[in-house]
């Protein structure tokens, strides 16, 4: 038997599941509001969000990916995730309950598959974790210049969180994460065209600040709606300072 309640690993394997526009588990945002375990191993977790209005696939998709994760806990019973305090918290509460899945809860509105949706996602997420390492690897060695950026390979990286997350997120894509591969990759992996970069690297930026922007904002819009909430929040890694631009090689 794994050590450690039912209800407290049932709460470390929500870690695993991603708020998809922020890209940081629930968990450290504060949206698990109580994990109880029950007679028969049952789980009840409660989740809750920011706002009323959040969207709703986006909702969906966390308390989808909670109810997952809980019942691929080995002993782990009848697992019942409830959404509060959303407008569309009776049915999606629903939905779950009868493993309708997306399309099944939210029928003709549900314009998108939910991995369509996922994919979405892990793509941003992949694109700010790229320019999170490539900023600490200026950061590490302002020599580096724009012309070296096409040879620069993920074994040329410091060990750090930001490239430990890049391979993770290289690895939910299913791009290679061998210290041989390109770090300037796109979707598909392909490595960026030499005159390209520049333009690609300002737009990954931008997703990286965008990502990092929304996270704080709903962290506080939460601490607000739900005050308790505060004690149940990580805090958030320092964010890398902004890296000088590579130098251009001298004439």
């Known amino acids: 038997m794994p050590a450690g309640t039912l209800g407290q690993r049932a709460r470390k394997a929500l870690d695993a599941v991603l708020d998809p526009e922020l890209d940081e588990p629930i968990t450290d945002l504060g949206f698990v509001r109580s994990v109880e375990a029950g007679p028969g191993r049952a789980l009840t977790v409660h989740l809750r969000l920011p706002t009323s209005f959040c969207s709703p696939n986006f909702a969906y998709l966390m308390a989808s990916d909670a109810k997952d994760v809980l019942a691929a806990l080995p002993d782990a019973g009848p697992v019942t995730v409830l959404l509060d305090d959303h407008h569309d918290s009776a049915l999606i509460n629903r939905g779950l ?3 309708a899945g997306y399309r099944g809860t939210f029928g003709a509105e549900a ?3 939910l991995e369509e949706l996922r994919l979405v996602f892990r793509r941003k997420a992949h694109a700010a974790a790229m320019e999170r390492a490539l900023t600490a690897l200026l950061r590490r060695d302002p020599s580096l210049t724009e012309e070296r950026l096409p040879e620069v390979v993920l074994g040329d990286l410091p060990d750090t969180p930001a490239t430990r997350a890049l391979l993770r997120r ?5 791009l290679g994460t061998a210290p041989a591969q390109p770090l300037l990759v796109d979707d598909d992996g392909r490595p960026f065209a030499p005159d390209e970069i520049p333009l690609r690297v ?7 600040i965008s990502i990092d922007g929304n996270a704080h904002f709903c962290r506080g819009l939460l601490r607000t709606r739900y005050p308790q909430s ?3 929040q990580s ?10 631009p590579p130098k251009e090689k001298a004439s």
């Not at 805090?235 to 000088?244: F, G, K, L, V």
């Open 202 to 208: 300002r737009f990954a930026r931008a997703i990286r």
């Open 230 to 232: 505060a004690a149940d």
């Open 235 to 244: 805090p958030r890694a320092t964010d890398p300072r902004p890296a000088a």
């Open 170 to 174: 290289r690895a939910a894509l299913g």
């Open 111 to 113: 314009e998108e598959s």
């Open 97 to 99: 309950a009868a493993d």
